[in-house]
């Protein structure tokens, strides 16, 4: 989730990227962190998200490359069962100078959402306008049926001082086989960069499902939800 992004991949493919491109810059990140609840588009899959993942990127060729790998475990109260799960990602993207597009493939192990396993690709374009931060990007359910969920993204950062920054931004979903919008969530997050390579940020969201009762499908009986949570990343 990271979810949301929750963006993931093989470190042994990012140390053959390292080893072939020796003018380019491979980044590494490590991170961990609590939310109150398991909020996956809108859809509340669980209670207290105990979440871990590492994020390698680098660049080959005038494209951007990244992978990683995220766990989270969670509980689902009303069942009182623990549930795990594991997804796997990478993507490329480049930049054309008016816009930056990307393609990537994200793989679900046990996500209660779209069944036991799911593979999803997407398709992305993100652009700064007037100073925010906005991204279009459809996810392409490979062997399943996600009602063809696209998300239109808006956000920016407003840096408080040299070691704190407010970030603030909004999903807006939609699905297109049911020719609804699914939902709108907002996060708020204040990262402390309280050394360099080390930051801790606090959050706090709120969803709001706006699908009709009577949609059929996950996101027909989407509540509104409200979280709060923290994630430590540390970049090397």
Known sequence: ??????????????????AGTA???VEYEIH??????????????????VEAGVDVAGEWNGLGLSAG????????????????????????????GFMTGAVGYIYYDNLRALGSNAHEVYFSVAKEIFGLDTSLTYFWDIEGDNDGYT?????????????LTLNTGGTL????EQ??????TAKVSLDWAFTETATLSPFIAA???????????????????????TMLSVSF
């Open 1 to 18: 989730m990271q979810n949301y992004c929750k963006l993931i991949g093989a470190l042994a493919a990012a140390s053959a990227l390292a």
């Open 23 to 25: 003018s380019a810059e």
């Open 32 to 49: 961990g962190g609590y939310s109150s609840m398991y909020l996956f588009r809108g859809l509340n899959l669980g209670d207290d998200l």
């Open 69 to 96: 790998a995220w766990y989270g475990s969670f509980a689902d109260g009303p069942f009182n069962t623990d549930f795990d799960e594991l997804d796997l990602y990478a993507e490329a993207s480049r930049d054309f």
């Open 151 to 163: 998300e239109a993204y808006i956000g920016k950062g407003f840096e408080l001082s040299p070691c």
């Open 173 to 176: 979903a939609y699905v297109v």
């Open 179 to 184: 020719s609804e919008f699914a939902h709108f």
């Open 207 to 229: 969803s709001w499902g706006l699908a009709d009762s009577g949609t059929s499908g996950a996101y027909g009986n989407v509540g509104d939800e409200f979280l709060g949570g």
